[in-house]
């Protein structure tokens, strides 16, 4: 159980494009929801915490115009990063809050901006 | 803000030797305290957490890590590691008055020659 699905696994976008990535809870349902950013060989940095039906709360120094957050049902938060530019090429991860205050972590999503 | 440090980046040991990886963190009120890990192209995952009780908390797969309250650490051990435990260690804290938000130390990379 608590299995964290994201789509896509990969993408690959033209600077100045969107893209929208999805987070799901498989198995249960989370109220909660967290982005996470990890460039390479460094550590996961949360960019935004997702609640469902509310806005979403960012972190310092993120942009929220930039990284618009959809947390739309207790199954699905999306992330669109908006305009993207090379520097936002890393890899994006979910994670679900379950029952316990557990978060169950997604496979991530690689992007990257050409 | 809080911050988690790992005091080692890469560690290379052999099979059956015994690990122990440092985490120390700096908050002042009371914290959630986790370990996860990331096997070579998985997704991380879970491997304990300590809230409250006995600060020696087990694990899965044979993990064990002591909260060491007056050090501000807890530190990550294994007996006898396995060709199958290399991995990218992650130690995380999350205050308890912070809405279950993570912060991730830098990580350490296990890699167990058979």
């Known amino acids: 159980g608590a299995v964290v699905s994201q789509h896509p696994s990969w993408v690959i976008c033209k600077s100045g494009t969107s893209v929208k990535i999805e987070c799901r809870s498989l198995d249960f349902q989370a109220t909660t929801m967290f982005w996470y950013r990890q460039f390479p060989k460094q550590s996961l940095m949360l960019m935004a915490t997702s609640n469902e039906g509310s806005k979403a709360t960012y972190e310092q120094g993120v942009e929220k115009d930039k990284f618009l957050i959809n947390h739309a049902s207790l199954t699905l938060s999306t992330l669109t990063v908006t305009s993207a530019h090379p520097e936002d090429s890393s890899f994006y991860i979910c994670?679900?809050?379950?029952?316990?205050?557990?978060?169950?972590f997604g496979p991530g999503t690689r992007l990257t901006v050409t | 803000a809080q911050s988690v440090s790992q005091h080692n980046h890469h560690v290379i040991l052999s099979e059956a030797a015994s690990l122990e990886l440092g985490c120390n963190y700096s908050?002042?009120?009371?914290?959630?305290l986790f370990w996860y890990v990331q096997y070579p192209g998985q997704h991380l995952q879970l491997l304990l957490k300590y809230f409250s009780g006995d600060p020696l908390v087990k694990g899965i797969k044979g993990f064990e890590a002591e909260f060491i309250k007056s050090k501000f650490s807890f530190n990550l051990r294994k007996p006898s590691v396995q060709w199958s435990d290399t991995a990218e260690y992650f130690c995380a804290v999350s205050p308890k008055a912070a809405g279950n938000k993570l912060t991730f130390g830098g990580g350490t990379r296990v890699l167990v020659k058979p």
């Open positions: 908050y002042g009120g009371t914290v959630n």
């Open positions: 994670s679900a809050q379950g029952q316990g205050n557990e978060q169950y």
